[in-house]
């Protein structure tokens, strides 16, 4: 993943890799986009034909392309018929910043949601409050998930993920925020914990939050993470996650927004202008904002 913060900048470069828009030209070998059509596509592009595509891990394809750069007016993606999703018409303004979270935050927090095996009635925690982490309360509610334990200690991210759906609020991290989540489940820990955070503190949160025989779904991005092999091996927990293979889950997402099932657009808690862009990365670095939309 190409995030400021996850790999040291050595000179200028377009950053950005959630995107939608209007499709103006395609190349020779495209036959499925045409121009006219809004589009949404994953920030790995793929061919959506390869064996690991097939499988379901777009993000995994053999001819995957890391797509950057997206925080522009304008955006080549390549392998434009494997990669892009179109919605059924051009959509109203107020459907856009929903439709643009899929490109990535909504696609990765429901990709924790799958991953961590959330179905109805289970129990679920989720750890980290950003955009993905909210996202995957949203998830593991649509997916029925009965009690929805969200991990934040921010107020407004609170208040988003009571209205996403969580039952309860955890406010300790670490070994307290592990010990809250076994007191709120009879001592046993939760069906399936999602991680969105990627650090030391919350991948271990995650597995000891984690009932025997439950699933940690991990989409944070690793930061130094290192997992002792005895611990892991006595904690009989399922883990899964890495890098969302958003694709396959983009046509059921347009779906739901479409119909007004889903609301992810809610996290942008901040519209600016794309030239105002740095503004917007240090309102969320400060977190001031929650997420912030950049429009041409
Ligand atoms: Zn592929």
């Known amino acids: 993943m190409v995030l400021p ?83 059924p018409d051009v959509p109203s303004d107020d459907l856009i910043p929903s439709l643009l979270t899929l490109s990535d935050v909504m696609g990765t927090g429901w990709f924790a949601a799958d991953a961590a095996n959330v179905k109805p009635g289970t129990t679920v925690a989720v750890v980290g409050d ?4 909210l996202l995957g309360v949203l998830s593991a509610k649509q997916m029925g998930a009965e009690r929805i334990i969200a991990m934040s200690r921010h107020e407004s991210r609170q208040k988003l993920a009571r209205e996403f759906g969580a039952t309860e609020i955890v406010t300790e991290r670490g070994d307290e925020g592990v010990a809250r989540i076994k007191e709120l489940t009879k001592g046993i820990g939760a069906d399936a914990v999602l991680e969105c955070v990627g650090t030391q503190e919350s991948m271990m949160q995650a597995i000891r939050s984690t009932r025997p025989g439950g699933s940690v779904g991990y989409v944070g991005v690793p930061h130094g993470v290192e997992l002792n092999g005895s611990e892991l091996f006595f904690a009989h927990v399922h883990l899964h996650g890495g890098p969302a293979p958003v694709r396959r889950f983009l046509p059921a997402l347009i779906d739901l ?40």
């Not at 097939?54 to 304008?74: D, I, L, M, N, T």
């Not at 950003?130 to 982490?133: F, H, I």
């Open 130 to 133: 950003g955009a993905v982490g």
């Open 257 to 296: 927004v479409w119909n007004g099932k889903i609301n992810p657009g809610k996290v942008f808690d901040l519209t600016l202008p794309l030239e105002q862009v740095a503004k917007g990365y240090r309102a969320m670095d400060e977190r001031r904002a929650i997420k912030t939309l950049l429009r041409p």
């Open 5 to 87: 913060r996850h790999q040291p900048v050595t000179e200028p470069a377009p950053i950005g890799h959630e995107y939608c828009g209007i499709v103006e030209e395609v190349g020779r070998a495209v036959t499925s986009i045409k121009p006219g059509q809004f589009v949404i596509g994953s920030f790995f592009a793929s061919d959506n034909t390869c064996p690991n595509c097939q499988a379901g891990y777009p993000s995994s394809c053999q001819h995957k392309e890391f797509v950057g750069g997206a925080q522009a007016s304008r955006l080549r993606v390549p392998l434009a018929d494997g990669t892009l999703v179109a919605t």
